[in-house]
């Protein structure tokens, strides 16, 4: 569960470059752009069978690059149904089981919906599943960070208020802090450099030092309405305040990894790192 030494830039899947379109070539795509990890997709499901798993570890190791992973999208630890929730659950732990396996870190998932609930009511029924999510990881020796995101829509369990106080209450628990999608969320607002440091503020005085040191972020440009978050685009396309994000980051000395997930994968990826770099 060591996270790295400094913030590495990863690329949200396979990058566009890679030919054959596979895992491991993914993996070897990112070493030979020069980044640093690279997030496995399991959005649509957990594609990697347990029986590949070391080969992507193999890879991983010999190339030097990280890997997180995002859990699949159809996951609501609010739902109403017991059976909904149960599998929900059940998607996490087995994005976590074969992330652990392809010596990977870092499970990110949105956490659910409020369905007209009061906040602190969705807040409470999250946090109870989140709990034997955590229970049945550490019963079976996964050695993973859970990490519920900060998400794009009103309508969705996720402010960042909600998962530092949600975090604060495990030891393998952090939140994925999707700047992008707290900008959705918020309308056009969160995308100030008193706003961006206010986050990272508030995450270092609830969650300690250490949270900062072992950030796991999300980035891309990002179309949105009063509703919030409509769909991701390229850093170019949007009024995502990225340059200052990066700014405040540098200034706090984050560690861990940021995952660009504009549609042009790589690309992005790269020029995030190459702004980042060049920070004084």
């Not at 379109?21 to 496995?40: H, S």
């Not at 089981?97 to 990110?108: F, N, P, R, T």
């Not at 700047?179 to 995308?191: E, P």
């Not at 950030?215 to 949105?224: P, T, V």
């Amino acid at each position: 569960m060591n996270a790295p030494k400094k913030l590495l830039f990863a690329s949200a899947g396979i990058p566009l470059c890679t030919q054959p379109r596979d895992t491991e070539n993914g993996i070897r795509a990112v070493e030979k752009l020069g980044l640093g990890a690279m997030e496995l997709e399991f959005v649509h499901g957990v594609f990697i069978k347990k029986e590949k798993a070391p080969q992507v570890k193999k890879v991983a190791e010999e190339e030097g690059i990280a890997l997180t992973c995002h859990a699949p999208y159809f996951i609501n630890l609010n739902a109403i149904e017991a059976q909904k929730r149960g599998a929900s659950r059940s998607y996490i732990l087995q994005s976590a089981k074969i992330l652990d396996a392809c010596g990977g870190y870092s499970v990110c998932f949105h956490p659910g919906f409020y369905l007209g609930m009061e906040p602190s009511k969705a807040f409470e029924n999250v946090r109870a599943e989140l709990a034997k999510i955590v229970e049945e990881a550490d019963g079976i020796g996964l050695n993973v960070w859970i990490r519920p995101e900060t998400t794009g829509k009103p309508s969705q369990f996720g402010s960042i208020e909600e998962l530092v106080s949600l975090s604060s209450g495990f030891d393998k628990v952090l939140p994925v802090v999707d700047f992008s999608h707290l900008h959705a969320r918020s309308g056009g607002k969160m995308n100030s450099r008193g706003e961006f440091e206010g986050v990272m503020g508030l995450i270092e005085k609830q969650l300690g030092k250490e949270a900062i040191a072992n950030i796991h972020i999300h980035l891309s440009g990002i179309e949105y309405s009063a509703k919030g978050e409509r769909n991701h685009l390229n850093l170019g396309e949007s009024d995502m305040n990225w340059r200052e994000l990066l700014s405040v980051l540098h200034d706090f000395s984050a560690k861990g990894v940021l995952v660009c997930e504009s549609p042009n994968i790589e690309e992005d990826a790269m020029l995030l790192q190459k702004v980042y770099g060049e920070l004084k």
